[in-house]
């Protein structure tokens, strides 16, 4: 037979809690999804809908700037027509007004079209094709056989940075189409220029290119503008659409909540109704066969279950009662009356009920109230139960032959302020939270032999909270607790003098003779002096 102690020991590993994550890190995530799924389905690295958004806006620009390019190309072909044929000029210049008008016309029919992803790729390629054809046409006229002294090359180096300027303003938001629109036309520049081998042409061969270089990295970054709004709008839109989608989930919660809530209350008073009729009868019965009106009790032990029913239905009423009151105060249905209150007759009163039981627990009741405090305005009721909740707790909770101070006096503000202090058990710091939420109880009040439904202290809380004051609960443990309530300022009735009435002015009458003027200064005689 093996002994147990041979066994091997089993050594359980700590179980890591799952990584949950936060909302940014799945929002993130499902963007880099989002943005790789684009990138695999667009031509040009970007969203498709970002290029349908650049085409959208490269066909505005051109239809924007269509009367410009027009005025241009005819100014260009009236200019050239200075050093050739007016018939060639002429027919360039039709021709140039023809492919504008072509693109004019395929830019109004993708304005119209509805949008699609085939149909996006379609028109990004015949845009391309109509500006290299419209890059070729500036070419042809551009390069033409014209007179080789220094202001023919100066005027073609002029038309060819306004032609490359307007191209690449207008076909910023399709980088491809800027570049082939104006690629060709400076080549063809810069090869006539080294072509004619003078120091001069090279070097405005070189400023062509490098004309070229600067309004390409131009057009590039205008794109990259235009892309990075876009960018920013569309995580707006997402935003917004997340922000719409989680104030409908709130509103249904919220709906949910309010719903539970009424369905709560309906429940409370309908129960409240049907337990409080039975429960009339449980005490009334209870009480009369513990006091035995009727006769003795055959077996004395059925007068103690006598006593022990209806100190349970006494318990049953009062947490029915706890649970209806805490209902109304957070269904904001719980009305103050108001009126002048002493806070010091209210806590002797309530410790003269309670001094019964403390007495029976050997525990001993100190009292230490500051003399002649005004009245404060507040709610006698509401005042009398936040004094026997505490004083209750404080009874319940403190060890055989402990002590209870309760202090009354003026906070420093001016207001008064009410201490409940004990030497029981304590309550430890993380569970002061706990034991001030509604139904909550720290550990010693589930080792206490009397226990609670734990709504003492929150309506305690709640009611004071609806006077305007403060609720502080400290303690520690094996040390003790206190309890301190306050009353703000504005709610002490300071004994103030009573106001002095203002006689009216003496009115003069219209004709005041001296006999008149003389018999009302005259003092009045008392009846005794004879006079």
């Known amino acids: ?61 051109r239809l924007s700037a269509s009367y410009v390019v027009m005025l241009l190309v005819v100014a260009t072909g009236v200019l050239f027509g200075l050093w050739m044929k007016p018939v060639a000029a002429a027919a360039w ?36 094709l109509l500006d290299l054809l419209y890059g070729l046409c500036w070419t042809a006229i551009l390069i033409h056989p014209a007179s080789p002294d ?108 309010e719903s539970a809530n009424v369905a709560k209350s309906r429940f409370l008073a309908q129960m409240s109704h049907e337990l409080r009729t039975p429960l009339n009868a449980i005490l009334g019965f209870s009480e009369v066969m513990k006091s035995e009106i009727f006769g003795g009790h055959a077996v004395p032990v059925y007068k103690e279950y006598s006593a022990d029913i209806h100190n349970s239905g006494v318990h049953l009423l009062n947490l029915i009662n706890e649970i209806l009151d805490l209902s109304r105060i957070e269904a904001g249905r719980y009305e103050l009356n108001e009126e002048a209150v ?20 050997g525990i001993t009741i100190h009292e230490v109230f500051e003399q002649g405090m005004p009245r404060i305005w507040g709610d006698e009721r ?16 403190t060890p055989q032959a402990g002590e209870i101070w309760l202090k009354v006096g003026w906070t420093a503000s001016g207001g008064q302020y009410l201490s409940v202090k004990d030497t029981g058990s304590g309550i430890a710091e993380d569970e002061i939270p706990i034991v001030l939420a509604s139904f909550g109880q720290g550990s010693n009040s589930i080792k206490s032999a009397e226990q609670g439904a734990g709504l003492g202290l929150p309506i305690a809380k709640s009611l004071i909270d609806m006077h305007g004051g403060t609720f502080t609960l400290k303690s520690k443990l094996r040390i003790g607790t206190e309890v301190i309530v306050t009353f703000p300022p504005e709610r002490v009735m300071s004994a103030l003098a009573p106001m002095a009435e203002e006689a009216p002015p003496l009115q003069p009458d219209p004709i005041v003779t001296d006999d008149k003027r003389r018999a009302r200064n005259k003092p009045i005689m008392s009846a005794g002096t004879g006079l």
């Not at 880099?32 to 809908?49: C, I, K, N, Q, Y």
């Not at 509805?114 to 790729?121: F, G, H, K, V």
């Not at 002493?342 to 627990?361: F, G, P, Q, T």
């Open 1 to 61: 037979m093996s002994n147990p102690a041979d066994k091997p020991e089993v050594v359980q590993l700590p179980v890591e809690p799952p990584v949950v994550p936060s909302v940014n890190n799945r929002r993130v995530a499902a963007q880099r999804v989002r943005e790789a799924r684009d990138r695999l389905t667009s031509t040009s690295g970007t969203r498709p809908a970002f290029d349908r958004e650049l085409l959208r806006q490269y066909a505005q620009t």
């Open 93 to 128: 210049t039709c021709g140039m007004l023809c492919i504008h008008a072509v693109m004019i016309r395929s830019c109004r029919r993708f304005l119209a079209e509805p949008p699609s992803l085939i149909a996006t790729r379609k028109w990004r390629t015949r845009f391309i």
């Open 150 to 257: 220094m202001t023919s090359n100066t005027l073609m180096m002029f038309l060819m940075l306004l032609v490359i300027a307007v191209s690449s303003m207008l076909a910023a938001n399709l980088p491809i189409a800027a570049l082939v629109a104006t690629a060709p036309v400076t080549a063809a520049i810069a090869v006539n220029f080294v072509l004619t081998g003078t120091f001069d042409n090279y070097v405005l061969a070189l400023l062509a290119l490098a004309a070229e270089g600067y309004f390409a990295l131009l057009a590039r970054r205008l794109h990259s503008t235009t892309l990075d709004t876009l960018e920013a709008r569309a995580e707006k839109d997402a935003l917004i659409g997340e922000l719409e989608q989680a104030k409908a989930i709130s509103d249904e919660a919220r709906h949910r909540a």
């Open 342 to 361: 002493s806070l010091v007759h209210v806590v002797a009163d309530c410790h003269h009920l309670l001094k019964l039981r403390a007495s029976n627990r």
């Open 382 to 397: 509401a005042t009398r139960q936040i004094v026997l909740n505490l004083l209750s707790n404080s009874i319940k909770f």
